[in-house]
């Protein structure tokens, strides 16, 4: 089990630094903890012409946290709310019915696709997608 889920790529995308750290300046900031497990993990966005412009992120959690906002650090700058709300309805279509990976852009979120398997660490994931959309809301 543990093997699936902290595979390499996951792994890698956990460390990979992206966005890691707080905004010195952000036009929104959202932070959520999970009380199950003890993620914590706060979003910051910087906003420009109604798409986001830059993430910061913090994460005290998980690995699988941790990979899922270096994903969204990755991805989300450029996007609109509506992007970005259909990605967080993929993460989420994917650990919960076991859906494919969108194709494109988002196919990085095939990497959590083992998630799936295990209940108990689907929130793990979300939980960076809930405070992205709480931040766009």
């Not at 998980?62 to 709300?85: D, N, V």
Request: proline share 4%.
């Amino acid at each position: 089990m543990s093997e699936a889920l902290y595979q390499a790529a996951l792994v890698e995308r956990a460390h990979a630094g992206r966005g890691r750290g707080r905004l010195s300046a952000p036009d929104r900031s959202v932070t959520l903890d999970n009380p199950l497990c003890g993620d914590r993990v706060t979003i910051d966005l910087t906003m420009q012409d109604g798409r986001v412009a830059t993430v910061g992120h913090q994460v005290r959690g998980c690995l699988l946290c941790e990979a899922a906002a270096e994903t969204i650090a990755e991805h989300a700058p450029g996007k609109t709310a509506a992007e970005l709300a259909e990605a967080s309805a993929a993460v989420s279509a994917i650990l919960t019915q076991g859906a494919a990976a969108p194709a494109g852009e988002w196919s990085a979120l095939a990497v959590f696709a083992p998630v799936h398997d295990v209940k108990s660490r689907r929130e793990c994931v979300l939980l960076p997608f809930e405070a992205l959309k709480k931040a766009l809301g």
